[in-house]
Protein backbone atom coordinates (compact mmCIF):
# COMPACT_ATOMS: atom_id res chain seq x y z
CA UNK A 1 0.00 0.00 0.00
CA UNK A 2 0.82 3.60 -0.77
CA UNK A 3 1.20 6.23 1.66
CA UNK A 4 -1.68 7.90 0.16
CA UNK A 5 -3.72 4.88 0.25
CA UNK A 6 -3.13 4.60 4.25
CA UNK A 7 -4.29 7.81 4.57
CA UNK A 8 -7.41 7.91 2.57
CA UNK A 9 -8.23 4.60 4.34
CA UNK A 10 -7.38 6.15 8.08
CA UNK A 11 -9.13 9.47 7.10
CA UNK A 12 -12.50 7.20 6.08
CA UNK A 13 -12.27 4.77 8.88
CA UNK A 14 -12.21 7.75 11.08
CA UNK A 15 -15.35 9.32 9.90
CA UNK A 16 -17.38 6.02 9.80
CA UNK A 17 -16.06 5.77 14.16
CA UNK A 18 -17.16 9.40 14.25
CA UNK A 19 -20.58 9.23 12.19
CA UNK A 20 -21.39 5.85 14.04
CA UNK A 21 -22.16 7.43 17.52
CA UNK A 22 -25.59 8.01 16.35
CA UNK A 23 -26.80 4.86 16.54
CA UNK A 24 -25.37 5.18 20.47
CA UNK A 25 -29.14 5.32 21.34
CA UNK A 26 -32.70 5.86 19.47
CA UNK A 27 -32.38 9.46 20.72
CA UNK A 28 -29.34 10.13 19.42
CA UNK A 29 -30.51 8.47 16.38
CA UNK A 30 -33.84 10.88 15.35
CA UNK A 31 -31.93 13.69 16.94
CA UNK A 32 -29.50 13.44 14.31
CA UNK A 33 -31.82 12.41 11.68
CA UNK A 34 -33.86 15.24 12.31
CA UNK A 35 -31.09 17.33 11.79
CA UNK A 36 -30.18 15.87 8.44
CA UNK A 37 -33.30 15.93 7.36
CA UNK A 38 -35.58 18.81 8.43
CA UNK A 39 -38.04 18.72 5.93
CA UNK A 40 -39.05 15.27 7.10
CA UNK A 41 -41.61 14.46 8.58
CA UNK A 42 -41.06 10.97 10.13
CA UNK A 43 -37.86 11.70 12.16
CA UNK A 44 -39.38 14.64 13.85
CA UNK A 45 -42.53 12.54 14.79
CA UNK A 46 -39.85 9.32 15.85
CA UNK A 47 -38.32 12.08 17.89
CA UNK A 48 -40.67 13.92 19.38
CA UNK A 49 -42.32 10.50 20.99
CA UNK A 50 -39.08 9.57 22.14
CA UNK A 51 -38.32 13.15 24.07
CA UNK A 52 -42.17 12.78 25.44
CA UNK A 53 -41.04 8.98 26.79
CA UNK A 54 -37.86 11.17 28.16
CA UNK A 55 -40.05 13.35 30.05
CA UNK A 56 -38.44 16.11 27.77
CA UNK A 57 -42.27 17.44 27.18
CA UNK A 58 -41.13 20.71 25.94
CA UNK A 59 -38.84 19.74 23.41
CA UNK A 60 -41.28 16.66 22.19
CA UNK A 61 -44.33 19.52 21.96
CA UNK A 62 -41.55 21.14 19.15
CA UNK A 63 -41.10 18.50 17.18
CA UNK A 64 -44.52 17.47 17.13
CA UNK A 65 -45.61 21.05 16.36
CA UNK A 66 -43.23 20.39 13.37
CA UNK A 67 -45.02 17.43 11.90
CA UNK A 68 -48.16 19.45 12.50
CA UNK A 69 -46.85 22.17 10.49
CA UNK A 70 -45.80 20.01 7.84
CA UNK A 71 -48.56 17.51 7.30
CA UNK A 72 -51.63 18.48 9.29
CA UNK A 73 -53.52 16.04 7.35
CA UNK A 74 -51.15 13.23 7.07
CA UNK A 75 -50.10 13.29 10.57
CA UNK A 76 -53.63 14.36 11.88
CA UNK A 77 -53.23 12.53 15.67
CA UNK A 78 -49.84 13.98 15.85
CA UNK A 79 -52.42 16.36 17.33
CA UNK A 80 -53.33 14.29 20.35
CA UNK A 81 -49.37 13.95 21.12
CA UNK A 82 -48.77 17.54 20.90
CA UNK A 83 -52.41 18.05 23.41
CA UNK A 84 -51.63 15.84 25.28
CA UNK A 85 -47.72 17.38 25.80
CA UNK A 86 -48.91 21.08 26.43
CA UNK A 87 -51.46 19.53 29.17
CA UNK A 88 -48.38 18.13 30.81
CA UNK A 89 -46.47 21.54 30.50
CA UNK A 90 -49.82 23.33 31.74
CA UNK A 91 -50.27 25.01 28.84
CA UNK A 92 -54.38 24.48 28.79
CA UNK A 93 -54.95 27.24 26.26
CA UNK A 94 -52.65 25.68 23.56
CA UNK A 95 -54.06 22.67 23.83
CA UNK A 96 -57.40 24.19 23.39
CA UNK A 97 -56.30 25.69 20.35
CA UNK A 98 -54.77 22.69 18.57
CA UNK A 99 -58.25 20.24 19.95
CA UNK A 100 -60.12 23.18 18.52
CA UNK A 101 -58.07 22.83 14.89
CA UNK A 102 -57.70 18.67 15.73
CA UNK A 103 -62.02 18.69 15.63
CA UNK A 104 -61.74 20.49 12.73
CA UNK A 105 -59.24 18.18 10.62
CA UNK A 106 -61.07 15.20 11.61
CA UNK A 107 -65.00 16.67 10.08
CA UNK A 108 -62.88 17.19 6.97
CA UNK A 109 -61.12 14.18 7.23
CA UNK A 110 -64.58 12.19 7.88
CA UNK A 111 -66.39 14.29 5.27
CA UNK A 112 -63.73 13.02 2.77
CA UNK A 113 -64.15 9.81 3.57
CA UNK A 114 -68.19 9.94 3.32
CA UNK A 115 -67.48 11.30 -0.25
CA UNK A 116 -64.97 8.69 -1.29
CA UNK A 117 -67.58 5.99 -0.27
CA UNK A 118 -69.92 7.45 -2.51
CA UNK A 119 -67.42 7.55 -5.07
CA UNK A 120 -65.09 10.70 -4.84
CA UNK A 121 -61.86 10.54 -6.27
CA UNK A 122 -59.20 9.60 -3.66
CA UNK A 123 -56.58 12.14 -4.44
CA UNK A 124 -58.44 15.11 -3.49
CA UNK A 125 -57.23 15.25 0.12
CA UNK A 126 -53.77 14.68 -1.07
CA UNK A 127 -54.18 17.18 -3.87
CA UNK A 128 -55.52 19.94 -1.59
CA UNK A 129 -53.16 21.29 1.23
CA UNK A 130 -54.97 22.07 4.47
CA UNK A 131 -55.85 26.12 5.34
CA UNK A 132 -57.14 27.12 8.54
Request: no cysteine; net charge positive.
Amino acid sequence: MTVVSIVILSFYAYKTWQHSGIWRNDLTFWRETSRLSPDKVRPHLNLGILLEEAGENAEAAEEYRKVIMRKPLTYALTHENLIRVLKKLGYEEDARFYEERFYNIRKKIEAFQKDYKKGGKPLLLASNRYRE
